[in-house]
């Protein structure tokens, strides 16, 4: 980190533990604000559990995690969620219809206000009469990132949001993190994509094995590594 700017978010000795599995082991780290930090490493390596730690989907064992330097269990949960926004790798589809679920979080959002949210997350305008039955998974991913983007948040933390695209979608979403950060939002990505990450985070942290590690290089290349 450089100059004044304070860290985002700030994990210190942070510990999590479930069902007698240690998924994170006394990760000490930071997060920069207004830019995207890339999370990588191996399958089970404690990326998604370290991501859902940031707007409390997830509580640490042991340790504090701290936003703008205030701990996160001090902040009201659901104003902490408007301002971190989580798309899950899954998706999770709240209502039946889909301008109901970008209205999910911000109930004044009008038709034309939805129709550019899902243009700019490469879904046609068309689809605001259709259901969310049916849905394929690329759909139903690329309209849970919409959804998110309707709240206004400050943060967006991504969990393999391109898992289930192919290139053009891809390139949209990537787009939409791009200028998420252009106005001055702040990015979290897990990704197992090495060229995403090249392509749209200017920091890296490296997991294995629930612990913070160097990683091998072709991961970190043109990155600047943390902590």
Excluded: W
Aim: include cysteine.
């Amino acid at each position: 980190m450089t100059g004044d700017v304070a860290p985002l978010f700030t994990l210190d000795q942070v510990t999590v533990r479930r069902g007698g599995t240690l998924l994170l082991d006394q990760v000490t780290c930071h997060f920069p604000a207004g830019a995207c930090t890339a999370l990588t490493g191996p399958s089970g390596a404690g990326k998604t559990t370290l991501l859902r730690l940031l707007n409390r989907l997830e509580e640490p064992d042991d340790g504090r995690v701290r936003l703008h330097g205030a701990p996160l269990a001090s902040l009201d949960v659901l104003a902490l969620r408007r301002r971190v926004a989580l798309v899950a790798q899954t998706p999770v589809l709240l209502t039946g219809e889909i301008l109901d679920e970008l209205r999910a979080g911000r109930p004044d959002l009008d038709r034309d206000q939805a129709a550019r949210l899902l243009e700019q997350v490469s879904l046609p305008a068309a689809m605001l009469t259709r259901s969310t039955a049916g849905l394929s998974g690329g759909e139903a991913q690329r309209l849970c990132l919409a959804r998110a983007l309707a709240a206004r948040p400050q943060v967006l933390l991504l969990d393999e949001p391109t898992s289930a695209l192919d290139a053009g979608s891809t390139r949209a979403v990537e787009q939409v993190a791009g200028s998420f950060l252009a106005v001055g939002g702040s990015v979290v990505l897990v990704s197992h994509d090495a060229a995403q990450t090249s392509r749209i985070a200017g920091h890296v942290l490296v997991l294995h094995s629930g612990q913070l590690t160097a990683g091998p290089a072709r991961q970190i290349a043109n990155h600047k590594e943390y902590p």
